[in-house]
Structures are given as structure tokens and as C-alpha cells.
């Protein structure tokens, strides 16, 4: 593999390990409604400030958040809204798998 190669693919990879998680894929969701406050994420997960802060610090070092402190609340927003297109995808690979699942219990069952 060139190095070049390596190195993009690499960055590519660390983009999808920080969304590989419930919360910071509910995280992601929540920002495409709105910019919120690292209070609010809290109240709407129900995990503790200092998990939730966590979540937010991987997403914003993958570049998929930015924030904005405003006096002593810090607000969060998608830098590229385009990442909920992944999702389309993500949602068409569990429709097939769930097509193929279905259809190999009706074969068992005739």
C-alpha cells in the first residue's frame, strides 16, 4: 500500500471510530436539529457533564463538531452537515441485511 494511501485511509478510519458509538451518533443526530449546549446533551442522554464533554472532545477532534463558548456554556454544531449522508448508507446496509435475514428464516420454515 503507498503511504499516501495509508496515511488518507488512516484518517479515514479515526472519522468513523469517533462515530462508532451510540451516544455520539445520537450526539450527531441532535446537532443537525440545532446547535446545542454541552447542558442540554447532558439532560437529553442522561449521562453525567463529564462523559458527555468526552463524547463531544472525540467528535471535535475527528473535525465532525466545533464549539462556540459563550460566557460559561460552550455550544456545539455540525462543521459538515454532510456526515448525516453516511447514515443513508448505514440505514440501506441494515435494510438488506434485514431483507436477507427474513428471507433465509422463511426458507428454513418451507
Do not use: W
Not at 436539529?33 to 463529564?50: P, Q, Y
Not at 472532545?57 to 462556540?68: E, H, R
Not at 454532510?82 to 427474513?102: D, M, P, T, W, Y
Amino acid at each position: 500500500m503507498l503511504e499516501q494511501r495509508k496515511v488518507y485511509l488512516e484518517a479515514r478510519a479515526r472519522v468513523l471510530k469517533a462515530m462508532a458509538h451510540a451516544t455520539r451518533l445520537f450526539i450527531i443526530e441532535e446537532l443537525e436539529k440545532e446547535e446545542r449546549c454541552v447542558c442540554d446533551l447532558t439532560a437529553m442522554i442522561g449521562a453525567d457533564i463529564s462523559t458527555v464533554s468526552k463524547h463531544l472532545s472525540v467528535l471535535k477532534q475527528a473535525g465532525i463538531v466545533l464549539d462556540d463558548k459563550r460566557g460559561n456554556q460552550v455550544f456545539y454544531r455540525l462543521r459538515v452537515p454532510c456526515i448525516l449522508n453516511f447514515f443513508g448508507c448505514v440505514e440501506s446496509v441494515l435494510q438488506n441485511r434485514a431483507k436477507e435475514h427474513a428471507a433465509s428464516l422463511e426458507a428454513v420454515g418451507h
